[in-house]
């Protein structure tokens, strides 16, 4: 049964950065599109950033573009978001995501919180 | 960016009642693949997100075939045959055609 599990969240000042990992087990982690999804306390989910299967194309929305990068590391089936000059808007539950044609993979979210 | 609205914001469904979800999308989302990237994903309480369909009418592996999406271009729509208890939460649609990907606002569906 596949598995994404999310690491490194926490509590962190305005402006400051904080590194997101989630590690894939159970499935081919290489084949599959990966994506973060962010849930803001009793909002719903906004998309965050995709990465393709090996890594060379990334897409953001215009909230994270040039603050954000997803990054992937296959060897280690392992998925990463940097998060630099962070706001207290970006304050929310992050989740990784597969979502391919033979499956979908969710993380249990982490908890981001920016506040000062 | 592509606008998804989603209808209605909550509805309550007796078990064994049919429930319907619509999300209209504020352009065409047929890809130059020609395929249609429409999601379905349920987020039960406490929990995280889990997709039910897409390709807006691809049922995902384990999901019971009382939930059937249909539309095409703008006009989507989720189906469930008869509520039952597991199916309470909020339901989104996601369109995964352009970029950047959008959700639906979502509908909180409640056992009468």
């Known amino acids: 049964e596949g598995q994404l599990v999310e690491s490194g969240g926490g509590l962190v000042e305005p402006g400051r950065s904080l590194k997101l990992s989630c590690a894939a087990s159970?499935?081919?982690?290489?084949?599959?599109?990966m994506d973060w999804v962010r849930q803001a306390p009793k909002k719903g989910l906004e998309w965050v950033a995709s990465i393709s299967t090996g890594g060379g194309n990334t897409y953001y929305p215009d909230s994270v573009k040039g603050r954000f990068t997803i990054s992937r590391d296959n060897a280690k089936s392992t998925l990463y978001l940097q998060m630099n000059s962070l706001r207290s808007e970006d304050t929310a539950t992050y989740y990784c995501?597969?979502?391919?044609?033979?499956?979908?993979?969710w993380g249990q979210g982490v908890m981001v919180t920016v506040s000062s | 960016d592509v606008v998804m609205t989603q209808t209605p914001v909550s509805l309550s469904v007796a078990i064994g009642q049919p429930a319907s979800i619509s999300c209209k999308s504020s352009q065409s989302l047929v890809g130059t693949s020609g395929k249609t990237y429409l999601n379905w994903l349920l987020q039960r309480p406490g929990q995280s997100p889990k997709r039910l369909i897409y390709?807006?009418?691809k049922l995902d592996s384990g999901i019971p075939d009382r939930f059937s999406g249909s539309g095409s271009e703008t006009d989507f729509t989720l189906k469930i045959s008869r509520v039952e208890a597991d199916d309470l939460g909020v339901y989104y649609c996601l369109q995964g055609t352009h970029f950047p990907f959008t959700f639906g606002s979502g509908t909180k569906l409640e056992i009468k």
């Open positions: 995501a597969a979502l391919g044609s033979k499956g979908d993979y």
């Open positions: 390709l807006v009418s």
């Open positions: 159970g499935f081919t982690f290489s084949n599959y599109v």
